[in-house]
């Protein structure tokens, strides 16, 4: 990981038409707030979660390998594709 990548990315969305997809409940409509993170074996990890709650829920291609330094690229390419719903996943 390079120093200037952050530890985490997180914002909040709406899922557009469709949603985004997801491991644990399948697809999830409406205001989320989108997390993405490095983790320790260097792969990203991306999930979602409902305002208010404590559950996380890992969108569906989660975890996968992301180059040091484009956490936030990928972050991004996510956050656009949830807007867009279509059962968003993480891309490959």
Same mark, same amino acid.
């Given at each position: 990981?390079?120093?200037?990548? #952050? !530890?985490?990315?997180?914002?909040?969305? &709406?899922?557009?038409? %469709? %949603? !985004?997809?997801? $491991?644990?409940? %399948?697809?999830?409509?409406?205001?989320?707030?989108?997390?993405?993170?490095?983790? &320790?074996?260097?792969?990203? @990890?991306? =999930? $979602? *979660? +409902?305002?208010? $709650?404590?559950?996380? +829920?890992?969108?569906? %291609?989660? #975890?996968?390998? $992301?180059?040091?330094?484009?956490? *936030?690229?990928? @972050?991004?390419?996510?956050? &656009?594709?949830?807007?867009?719903?279509?059962? =968003?996943?993480? #891309? =490959?």
């Amino acid at each position: 990981m390079t120093g200037s990548e #952050p !530890a985490v990315c997180q914002d909040k969305v &709406t899922a557009g038409p %469709g %949603g !985004a997809m997801t $491991v644990e409940v %399948g697809f999830i409509t409406g205001d989320l707030t989108l997390r993405t993170s490095r983790r &320790t074996d260097g792969l990203v @990890h991306v =999930a $979602v *979660q +409902y305002p208010g $709650v404590e559950e996380w +829920y890992t969108l569906t %291609g989660s #975890p996968t390998p $992301v180059p040091d330094g484009a956490l *936030q690229t990928i @972050h991004t390419t996510v956050l &656009t594709a949830v807007e867009n719903g279509g059962q =968003a996943e993480t #891309p =490959a």
